[in-house]
């Protein structure tokens, strides 16, 4: 018994030294180093291979299968597993329901999560409570999984995991059950993120349509952006933005109106040096996922959060998904990255490194309409005004990078006047590729009527104006009259 030990312990220690002189090189710079795994403290791959092979149920159901029936035979087979409240759930949900259902059958865990390879060749799933960094509830990915499926950095994965045995100390997956929602083996001939066609946005995100249905009062807020920025699937956005303007809040009512109007989009606001009452704040008012690393993190750690957040909307991205990533601040980011960033030698006014933004750069760079399918939208908060010469220079270099401005104006704040938008200074490029062009010229038609005007002016007749009707189709209706 003795010896089978040594040689299970042998065995691991030589497939970890061999995994990691193959890929310790590819290691991705932006996310964090691990500290070392002790070899007895990771499954084997022949054994969890094993586990499966004696695992009949897990064999049982199939997310390929599942996606291909209909919500009423889905339903059918929720009744037998004996789910409670089946109906009431959308089919994706139900699918990973019944997925769900059937581990436990089997004594075992269904779980999901964002996978981080590491440098000796496996890998492990990072969950959202823990902002995607290592936590005591990871679980362990095998290399010969992750070689047999594809899988990278970014990946949402979901499957049967099992507890910890002996000396182990983190939890397995057995088998993977779906790649980003899909079949693993269909996963697998997903072309690379980069490869993918770049295109202008072409399709609107709805903002505030209720008014116009009759169901309830557009946000105010909302219908201004609509009118005079609007926002398209695949949007590069800046909200520039100086101190105590409202960002935060118009910042929450962007993300619960996409959330509102555009279910089948992936909604992530990602939060990197804010104020740790502003993320409970954000995480109770959006319905969606949020992401944050608070001002009293390392910059190692606002990196390496940006860093899985991108990885993740890439990788869903290349599956055909449309991704909304919110971030506050690219202000922030940057000046992490100008911290952790070996020196060159080079440096910028306001003490920015010339090497410091090339990765946040990537990180804006990302967002693009992509014609295989699927886009990813970036709206991100840059900070002017702050009395720093660094913010300053950082928000020079992002100017002109995005295809979409939103300007903030403090006069107007300071009057009390929300949403405080600079709507001269605002604006979409190629938002004749989204709005329609009856609505487009009367837009115009208004936009050269308030051009004589004052910003506060402007606005302040706006607003008045927008509030005598429920959404923008009436008011655009009523400037005929």
Not at 146 to 162: A, E, H, N, W
Not at 325 to 337: G, K, M, P, V
Not at 442 to 465: T, V, Y
Request: charged content about 30%; some cysteine; glycine content about 6%.
């Amino acid at each position: 018994m003795e010896k089978t030990t040594r040689k299970k312990r042998s065995s691991r220690t030589r497939r970890v030294k061999s995994a990691a002189q193959g890929s310790r090189a590819n290691r991705d710079p932006d996310l964090p180093i691990e500290e070392n795994h002790p070899a007895d403290s990771l499954p084997l791959d022949e054994d969890l291979n094993a586990e499966v092979a004696t695992n009949p149920d897990a064999q049982q159901l199939d997310i390929a299968e599942l996606k291909h029936k209909t919500i009423t035979q889905l339903l059918e087979i929720a009744d037998e597993f004996g789910l409670e409240g089946a109906s009431h759930l959308r089919k994706q949900e139900l699918i990973f329901k019944l997925l769900e259902s059937q581990a436990e059958r089997s004594g075992l865990i269904f779980a999901d999560g964002v996978l981080q390879v590491l440098a000796e060749g496996y890998g492990f799933l990072r969950s959202p409570d823990y902002n995607y960094l290592p936590g005591p509830d990871d679980i362990y990915l095998s290399p010969s999984q992750i070689k047999k499926f594809d899988l990278r950095t970014g990946d949402t994965i979901s499957g049967q995991v099992r507890p910890p045995k002996d000396s182990e100390r983190y939890f397995a997956l057995l088998k993977v059950e779906a790649v980003n929602f899909e079949n693993p083996d269909v996963a697998k001939a997903k072309p690379l993120f980069d490869n993918l066609t770049p295109l202008y946005p072409e399709e609107r995100f709805k903002l505030s349509g209720a008014g116009d249905n009759g169901n309830k009062k557009s946000d105010l807020s909302m219908r201004v952006i609509d009118l005079m920025c609007p926002i398209g699937k695949g949007q590069r956005g800046l909200i520039v933005a100086p101190p105590r303007t409202g960002k935060t809040i118009l910042l929450q009512k962007l993300a619960n109106a996409i959330a509102e109007n555009n279910p089948e989009s992936n909604l992530i606001v990602l939060l990197i040096d804010e104020r740790p009452e502003e993320v409970t704040d954000m995480q109770r008012t959006v319905d969606g996922e949020v992401v944050s690393s608070t001002f009293d993190e390392p910059a190692e750690r606002h990196v390496q959060v940006a860093a899985m957040v991108i990885k993740k909307a890439k990788r869903l991205v290349e599956h055909g998904h449309d991704v909304v990533i919110l971030l506050d601040s690219i202000t922030r980011l940057a000046r992490a990255h100008n911290t952790v960033v070996p020196h060159s030698g080079k440096i910028l006014s306001g003490g920015v490194d010339s090497n410091a933004l090339q990765r946040p750069k990537r990180f804006f760079g990302a967002a693009r309409n992509v014609e295989e399918g699927g886009s990813l939208t970036i709206i991100a908060t840059a900070l002017i005004e702050t009395g720093s010469r660094m913010d300053e220079v950082i928000f020079e270099e992002f100017k002109g990078t995005g295809n979409m401005e939103l300007v903030l104006d403090r006069k107007l704040s300071d009057k009390r006047i929300y949403p405080a938008i600079d709507i001269f200074k605002s604006g979409t490029r190629k938002e004749e590729l989204l709005v329609d062009p009856k609505e487009l010229n009367k837009i115009w038609i208004l936009r050269k009527f308030l051009n004589d005007r004052s910003p506060q002016e402007a606005m302040e007749f706006l607003l008045d104006k927008m509030a005598k009707t429920e959404g923008n189709k009436s008011f655009l209706d009523s400037m005929n009259a």
